[in-house]
């Protein structure tokens, strides 16, 4: 006898096709039938040795976040309920071209310096691995081999690549620095990613150019995997930004996936159209392109990411050196608040769109919740908490959020950072806030296809033969919310509220969330590249 069966569930199957009734019936991890309006057939039901009851309850596959900075939340924290509450099933990491692999023992420790304001800094984390396939193992074994909270797949981060061939210089690589870039993402690839990451306004990896991108790139493609860059501006040049990463992916050959696709800052208000229409005339030539983005205005990021490149070279004891010399930080502020850095994406500073999300020193706690006045604050908690500070940047427009999110290759992502005392919302709300305030609230998509956006995209995106959709055959993995009810429970006042209206959470079969509730299970594992 079976070992599920969830009867009565209104089946949302992630396809975008219309709501069904039906039995859902799970055995060995996999769903392995369904019997559609079972009760009003009056026919034999399938029976299992446990039953559960979904009157009210709307049934789909388990969410996807397609840009999540859990690296090393996964091996930290067993519960993971910021994710496995919210239905997410799949978290896809090793975003923004920053992440712990591959690395040596150099690399290892500039990064973990370089996001700490993502990730903090790692000292309850045993780093034993170097390469992709190491960490990807690791996730596998993690908590005494019992394993992770959910699924999670990696994306080669080449800023990390970058820092380990060439260093922290705003050069050109060398023919045999290049050379072995290539060689580190092909074994990142051989190992499992899935893809490969770039963070084109954080250092090191904003010094590379487009024909060094377009050799990693031509790599990643070669294994089938796909492109997903933080490209090199979200603010004054943000569409020559986007148009730069399509014509590089169309050079390169490789399917491209923009990172939370934005269009922030007072230059780019009203403007989503425009990008829009870039993308829809490079689709209609047959350009592979997708694109993440998360239901909130606020972006979130570290401090440091705010200096100007040329104050980040080096690295980050190169970085505190600059701070603490005055002559060195007044050029800095000029840059910021005059010029317009390259950090804040060609957008003069306003100082006041900057709160604190999180530090490191607790001797700076007061400062958390708190907007900056100066850029004298600024470079105090830079120095103090040795660029630790993590932000919110509240610059984005509404108007932009819901044209975007509307779009038939968007996707759901958190790009949700765990770190710090008072983190974005959007780490533990994005999903149900999409199901219930866009939704069920502003009706600006339907339920169906909201939850295809969530499901079924972005795993055709990751290749997974087996995921995204409730259909036989497929994993089990597998979400039950109210459609009444579901809802973000966090809010920028209390950012780490669970969200409300979803009882139940599977993976692979095993309940994660049950009535309500964390379980002790972790099904968790690795999702590696699929040939």
């Known amino acids: ?149 959910v699924n999670a797949a990696y994306l080669i981060p080449q800023g990390t690549v970058r820092m380990l061939a060439v260093g922290w210089e705003d050069r050109e690589a060398t023919p045999q620095e290049l050379d072995r870039m290539r060689q580190l993402v092909a074994e990142g ?36 995997g796909y492109y997903c860059p933080h490209h090199r501006s979200y603010g004054a040049g943000a569409l020559e930004a986007y148009k730069e990463m399509v014509e590089l992916s169309r050079e390169a050959g490789c399917s491209l996936h923009l990172a939370h696709a934005t269009m922030n800052f007072g230059v780019n208000e009203g403007r989503a159209p425009e990008l829009l229409s870039l993308l829809d005339e490079a689709l209609a030539t047959g350009a592979d392109i997708s694109l993440d983005t998360y239901p909130y205005t606020p972006g979130c990021t570290t401090l440091v990411a705010m200096l100007p490149s040329w104050a980040s070279e080096g690295g980050p004891e190169e970085i505190l ?12 502020r000029h840059h910021l608040e005059v010029i317009g850095s390259d950090g804040c994406h060609g957008v003069p500073m306003e100082w006041d769109t900057i709160e604190i999300a999180g530090v490191e020193n607790p001797e700076l706690s007061d400062y958390v919740g708190r907007r900056l006045d100066s850029w004298t604050t600024a470079r105090h908690l830079l120095l103090s908490d040795r660029l630790a500070p993590s932000i919110l940047q509240h610059v984005g427009h509404e108007e932009n959020v819901r044209r975007i999110m509307r779009h038939r290759v968007h996707t759901g992502g958190s790009d949700g950072i765990l770190q710090g005392a008072k983190p974005h919302p959007r780490a533990y709300g994005t999903f149900p806030r999409y199901l219930g305030h866009y939704v069920r609230e502003l009706g600006l998509l339907s339920l169906e296809e909201c939850v295809s956006h969530l499901t079924s995209r972005p795993a055709a995106r990751l290749r997974l033969p087996d995921r995204g959709l409730v259909k036989e055959g497929y994993r089990a993995d597998l979400v039950l919310f109210n459609p009444a009810t579901v809802a973000a429970g966090s809010t920028f006042e209390e950012p780490r509220r669970l969200p409300a209206g979803i009882p139940h959470v599977l993976i692979d079969g095993r309940f994660v ?19």
């Not at 396939?133 to 074994?141: C, T």
């Not at 190992?191 to 790599?219: F, I, W």
């Not at 969330?513 to 040939?531: C, K, M, V």
């Open 321 to 332: 050196k600059r701070l603490a010399d005055d002559e060195t930080a007044d050029r800095i």
């Open 513 to 531: 969330i049950e009535a309500g509730h964390r379980t002790n299970e972790l099904p968790g594992r690795s999702i590696r590249r699929t040939p």
């Open 189 to 224: 690839m051989e190992q499992g990613a899935v893809g490969m990451s770039s963070g084109l306004t954080y250092t090191p990896g904003m010094y590379a150019k487009d024909a060094e991108l377009t050799e990693l790139c031509r790599v990643v493609a070669s294994y089938g």
């Open 1 to 149: 006898m079976e070992e599920l069966v969830i009867r009565d569930a209104d089946v949302v199957d992630g396809s975008g096709a219309p709501s069904y009734r039906a039995d859902v019936v799970i055995d060995g991890g996999r769903i392995v039938s369904i019997v559609q309006e079972a009760a009003a057939a009056g026919c034999q039901r399938p029976k299992a040795r446990r039953e559960l009851d979904a009157e009210g309850l709307t049934l789909s596959p388990g969410f996807i976040d397609m840009h999540a900075h859990s690296d090393l939340a996964l091996l930290r924290d067993p519960d993971h309920s910021a994710k496995a509450a919210q239905g997410v099933t799949l978290e896809v990491i090793g975003q923004d071209g920053l992440s712990y692999a591959p690395v040596d023992d150099r690399t290892l420790a500039e990064v973990r310096r370089a996001i700490a304001g993502w990730n903090g800094y790692g000292d309850d984390i045993d780093f034993d691995w170097r390469s992709v396939g190491e960490y990807l193992d690791r996730l596998d074994s993690g908590f005494e081999g019992r394993g992770i909270a």
